[in-house]
T-cell receptor
Framework: DAKTTQPPSMDCAEGRAANLPCNHS???????VYWYRQIHSQGPQYIIH???NNETNEMASLIITEDRKSSTLILPHATLRDTAVYYC????????????FGGGTRLMVKP | SQTIHQWPATLVQPVGSPLSLECTVE??????LYWYRQAAGRGLQLLFY??????ISSEVPQNLSASRPQDRQFILSSKKLLLSDSGFYLC???????????FGEGSRLTVL
């Protein structure tokens, strides 16, 4: 699986959009971008995934650049409950579920 | 709906003692099952995964072992715990290979 790079931490004001970047410059053509988050002392939670088109669900939006070398997870209206570590992972679809979690970005939503 | 449970939630064990963490999944059949470990302030490390009863693959060498005696039961064990085994252990399941994992509540192990 391709390696990802994320900033170790970010702050966001409550009610504002949180934009979490992820670099994956070595991503290959069959690899998807996945996002998970982990709230303190809980198991990680799946958020969203995509290949090359932008994706949106009830939790977030995923914007992938045209060259697919980076992506941004957007939480449109961050709440205090969105404070968590956010993990960006790239892997080939149907390549097994041995997801490799890196350090992630610790997002702190402040009132 | 599918649910995953693991226990115990918290465990304090002396060095050299045995370990058994259990995980069960309900509401699905033939799930893929995983054990991850998270050391304090670190990311998740995959320890074991299983695609079926009695089929266990290990990702890292260690003094831990895993077993899958039933389709929806996954057990993490050790005969003699080390201090370095302390951490947050997470069981997870998936219904296929699409990358969407569902995690349990976690078991926090402290080895003294």
């Amino acid at each position: 699986d391709a390696k990802t790079t994320q900033p170790p931490s970010m702050d966001c004001a409550e009610g504002r959009a949180a934009n979490l970047p992820c670099n994956h410059s070595t991503i290959s053509g069959n690899e998807y971008v996945y996002w998970y988050r982990q709230i303190h002392s809980q198991g990680p939670q799946y958020i969203i995934h995509g290949l090359k088109n932008n994706e949106t669900n009830e939790m977030a939006s995923l914007i992938i650049t045209e060259d697919r070398k980076s992506s941004t997870l957007i939480l449109p209206h961050a709440t205090l409950r969105d404070t968590a570590v956010y993990y960006c992972i790239v892997r080939a679809f149907n390549a097994g579920n041995m997801l490799t979690f890196g350090g992630g970005t610790r997002l702190m939503v402040k009132p | 709906s599918q649910t995953i449970h693991q226990w115990p939630a918290t465990l304090v064990q002396p060095v050299g003692s045995p370990l058994s963490l259990e995980c069960t999944v309900e509401g699905t059949s033939n799930p893929n099952l995983y054990w991850y470990r998270q050391a304090a302030g670190r990311g998740l490390q995959l320890l074991f995964y299983s695609v079926g009863i009695g089929q266990i693959s290990s990702e890292v060498p260690q003094n831990l072992s895993a077993s899958r005696p039933q389709d929806r039961q996954f057990i993490l064990s050790s005969k003699k715990l080390l201090l370095s085994d302390s951490g947050f252990y997470l069981c997870a399941w998936s219904r296929d290979n699409t990358g969407e994992l569902f995690f349990g509540e976690g078991s926090r192990l402290t080895v003294l």
